[in-house]
């Protein structure tokens, strides 16, 4: 029969890893154990260390250049890099272009708080990888140096399934248009670009008549494989500017503007 096991929340484990972290800042590198009992040989220590800040995806020490001042062991098999080539990037050159202006933000709102900030962003594994992380980042001095605590959780399969999800929500299954969800909130924007221009927005409603007796006479195959022509149909006329949707079983939808 197999024991129960359990294990700590992520976010727990990253208050333990920055504390220990900090201690060995702290310490000047010793690290003096926590209880006693606990192992006090440097190298046995270093083992320690590494095996509780293992815990988390990425964590290191930058400094206010964002130079690498540490980086755990398990932080270059998470991202792909020699330890000796990090120690020539910044943390910034770790992150996707576009997010550059987010990890400024996040580090100016750390120093103001002297809390735990965090966001969302694309880190670079192995110079070409893109990959969805936390980034949670902390005022902190490393050796005497002042800088900030980093660490960084893989949320990549989270974002695809709320990706997923929301494309989901907002798509017709049958068909692959937008629906009724996707379909207002484009007629509200429509509607006030025309109001704020002084041009014009319509809504063009189109209904398959008697659709129904498809269904009862050939079946709901036939049912079906006549709303996805009739899709594409749509799709080849209207216009790049205007959107389409499916808003009902037999029933269609454009948003149009002029």
Known sequence: MEANRKQTPRKGSWRNALHTLRRFAWS????????????????????????????????AHVDRELRFLYVSD?????????????HTLTLRDLIAEQDTAALEGLLARAAR??????????????????????IRAFKSRH????????????????????????????HDPMTGLDNLSALVPALMRAQQAADETGTCAALLL????????????????????????????????????????????DKFAVVLTA
């Not at 398990?74 to 990090?86: K, N, P, Q, T, V």
């Not at 008549?209 to 006329?237: E, P, V």
Request: proline residues 3%; glycine residues 8%; contains cysteine.
């Open 206 to 249: 189109l209904d398959l008549d008697d659709y129904q007796r498809i269904n009862r006479a050939l079946g709901y195959d036939a049912g079906d494989t006549l709303l996805r022509d009739t899709a594409q149909r749509l799709q080849a006329l209207v216009a790049p500017d205007e959107q389409l949707a499916r808003v009902a079983s």
């Open 143 to 170: 050796h005497g140096v002042d800088g900030f605590a980093i660490a960084a959780f893989d949320v990549s399969a989270w974002r695809a399934l709320e990706a997923r999800l929301t494309y989901e929500m907002h």
């Open 113 to 134: 708080s002297g809390q735990v900030e965090k966001a969302t962003m694309c880190i670079v594994k192995s110079l070409t990888y893109p990959l969805d992380v936390e």
């Open 74 to 86: 398990a932080s270059l098999r998470f991202i792909g890099y020699h330890r000796d080539y990090l």
């Open 28 to 59: 000047g590198g010793a690290l003096m154990p926590a209880r006693a009992g606990a192992p006090r040989r440097d190298d046995t220590v270093r083992n320690w260390l590494e095996q509780t800040v293992g815990t988390v995806d990425f964590l």
